[in-house]
């Protein structure tokens, strides 16, 4: 990918975690970046290391993007300062896990909101832009807990196999665009205390598949730019995505089941 002037790599949930791990990546390569998070001093932060280590211009949009009206802000913000987006990376979402009723219905609301309708109308907005800006590449971060119906992580889990089957069907639709449409799919990576705190909690086993968020970031970048259609970092994650087409879904429904009961109850 050429780093162009004016050309920008845009990433939701670019300040922490994950998400920042993809901008260093991509900061990495010369790609100017536009990155999107809460208006929190993180945002700033991540922003000033990037331009001062990479010598790349970086944007920043703080925003809720659990609120649809953002999309729509930004995307008239991006246009009224005249930037190209030739990458969209949508990476900002949340989790939990716990009983289903242990969380409220408007936090249901934002989850799904930010996981789904989000990525959704940000592709649908700027899809047209980077057509006419010569294509380029969108990667979603969906998630591996995608692939499963996790009892404890019901809704989030299925925000994820939205997330997945999403953009496979686009990237299918888009074949001949010019725009290449990549899903991350990553399973367990320390980032934010409460997932660490969740991490802590799980099996022995479980904790052997995390990958490091650097290593994510890194290899998420080099595979979208590869124009591969499912990027699953770690060799355990991939094994436990095959075993999981040819072991009947009673039996790894029983198995999430069980492991994630344990962090609920231990983590609650
Ligand atoms: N960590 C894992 O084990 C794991 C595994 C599979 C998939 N994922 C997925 O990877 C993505 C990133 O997760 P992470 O673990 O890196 O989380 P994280 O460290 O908490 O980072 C989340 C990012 O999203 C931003 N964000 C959160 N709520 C937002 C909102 N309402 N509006 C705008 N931005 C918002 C955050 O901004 P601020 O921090 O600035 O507020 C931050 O930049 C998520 O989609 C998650 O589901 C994570």
């Known amino acids: 990918m050429k780093a162009l002037k004016n050309y920008y790599a845009l990433i939701t949930g670019g300040s922490t975690g994950i998400g920042r791990s993809i901008a260093v990546s991509c900061a990495r390569r010369g790609m100017n970046l536009i990155l999107v998070a809460l ?27 659990s609120e649809p009206e953002s999309c729509t802000g930004l995307v008239n913000w991006i246009r009224n300062k005249n930037l190209q987006v030739n990458v969209l990376i949508n990476d900002a979402g949340i989790g939990c896990t716990g009983a289903f009723e242990h969380f409220s219905e408007s936090f249901y609301e934002k989850q799904i909101k930010l996981n789904v309708i989000a990525p959704t109308l940000l592709i649908r907005s700027l899809i047209g832009d980077m057509k006419k800006n010569g294509g380029g590449y969108i990667m979603n ?13 019901d809704v989030y889990a299925a925000t994820k196999s939205f997330v997945n089957n999403f953009s496979r069907a686009l990237r ?7 725009i290449q449409v990549s899903v991350l799919c990553p399973g367990g990576v320390r980032t934010n205390k409460q997932v660490t705190a969740y991490l802590d909690h799980h099996s022995w086993i479980a904790n052997q598949t995390t990958v490091s968020a650097e290593e994510v970031g890194e290899q998420a970048v080099a595979k979208m730019l590869a124009g591969k259609a499912v990027i699953m970092p770690g060799l355990l994650n991939r094994i436990m995505y095959r075993l999981n087409k040819l072991v ?3 039996i790894t429904e029983g198995i999430a089941k069980s492991e994630f009961r344990k962090v609920a109850l231990e983590a609650a």
Request: include cysteine; charged fraction near 20%.
């Open 248 to 250: 009947p879904r009673s």
């Open 172 to 178: 299918s639709e888009l074949k001949h665009s010019g």
């Open 39 to 65: 208006p929190e001093q993180c945002l700033d932060e991540t922003a000033q290391y990037l331009r001062s280590s990479y010598h790349i211009s970086v944007e920043t949009y703080g925003c809720d993007l």
């Open 141 to 153: 971060v969906g998630s591996l807990a995608g692939f499963f119906s996790i009892p404890f992580k």
